[in-house]
Structure formats: structure tokens, C-alpha cells
């Protein structure tokens, strides 16, 4: 499996990797600091830059299916951007690249994935959906009567204001199974079977199970 590395360090930059598989559908390495479409938010975008100092757009960031050759076990495919065909074809696999995310578009992400958190802290109804991109971000709620406006956006930026740290700590399965109501999403169950399970803690405000990517404080 791919080592993902933007789990403990968000805002980690690049990294260097090693090649393993190579198509026409993307690039997998052994590590990456790419963030993997899923759970609402967008993938990464950025480049990789060879060992002679090519760079290979990619476009986009998904989960491997786990199929195809290279592909047998669960990992993160790096999609390249339209005219990348030549880039690939030179690439090979055990060949070490350097994966360079597009900084200002993964920051975005994770201002607005964070403020999905301080919404779901403000509005106390399930959550059924969720879209987090470089442009906007949309949590949908499971709830009939309407939302004042001004109260969310005043209490948004009360919480803003007040420097809430952020930090990721984890949760065994059975710990999780003794406090069900952490669980806000009715779309997106948490990843189980790892013995293990990843929580979004926002100091005094909120505390659920993600797997995306955050910034450290709520003033950021």
C-alpha cells in the first residue's frame, strides 16, 4: 500500500518517492503526499518531477482500484493532466521521482474542510452529504426547518475567532463502537477493519471520525 503521508503532515509539501506501476490511468508510488479523492474533498493536483527534471502534471488524485499490472494491492493513483502520454512512457518503475502537490489549492481544501467541521458544531442534524473543492465547499444536512444565515455566519466567525486548535487522534474499532454518536455522516461511514479509527478533533468544538486534510488552528 501506498504510505500516505499528508495523514500525519498536511502541510508537507513534497516528497521524494519510488516509482511502482505506470498506465495510461496514473502513477502509483511507495509514498506520496497527495491527497486521494474521498469522503467529500477533492484530490490533490501538482506535479512530478523525475530525476531529470521533467515535471508531469497531475491533474487529479484517486484511490486504486487495485487492478491492472503493479496494481494488486490498495493504493493511490497520482492522474496525469491531458499530453502527459510521452512524460509516462519515459517512466519507469523503481525510478525516483519527487511529488510536488499545488500548495495554494490543497490549503483551500483544508480551510474548507475545516469550516465543514465548525458548521457541523453549529447545526445539530446529521450530515448526508458533503463537497469540498478549491472553489467552495457544500455539507448538506438531513433537517426540514430553516437556518438563519446571520446566526451561522455570526457563530462561524465566533469559533474562527477564538483559535480552536486542531489535531488528528485516534480511536480503536471497539472505542468507536461505545460512542456511535461520534459518527455525524449517514453517507460516509468511517474506514473500519484497521483496527483503528482516525478523529478530527477541534479543541472544545468538535470531535468525529475524517480522513481529509486540516488546517491547526481555526484561525487559519
Partial sequence: MTEELFREEPYRRETTAEVVAVSPAGVRLDR???????????????????????????????????????????????????????????????????????????????????????????VPHQTNGCSITAQYARLDFDMVEPLEKEVLERELARLVAEGHDVRTVWITDEELDTKPELVRTMSVKPPRGLGRVRLLEIDGVDLQPCGGTHVANTRE
Avoid at 37 to 45: E, F, M, P
Avoid at 59 to 81: F, M, N, Q, W, Y
Avoid at 82 to 88: H, N, S, T
Fill in 32 to 122: 506520496t503526499v497527495f491527497y486521494p479523492r474521498g469522503g467529500g474533498q477533492a484530490g490533490d493536483a501538482g506535479v512530478l518531477v523525475t530525476s531529470g527534471g521533467k515535471e508531469i502534471a497531475i491533474a487529479d488524485t484517486v484511490k486504486s482500484p487495485g487492478e491492472g499490472p503493479g496494481e494488486g494491492e490498495r493504493g493511490i493513483l497520482h492522474v496525469p493532466a491531458p499530453g502527459q502520454e510521452a512524460l509516462l512512457e519515459a517512466l519507469r518503475p523503481g525510478e525516483t521521482v519527487t511529488a510536488r502537490i499545488d500548495w495554494d489549492r490543497r490549503h483551500r481544501h483544508m480551510r474548507f474542510h475545516t469550516a465543514t467541521h465548525l458548521l457541523c458544531a453549529i
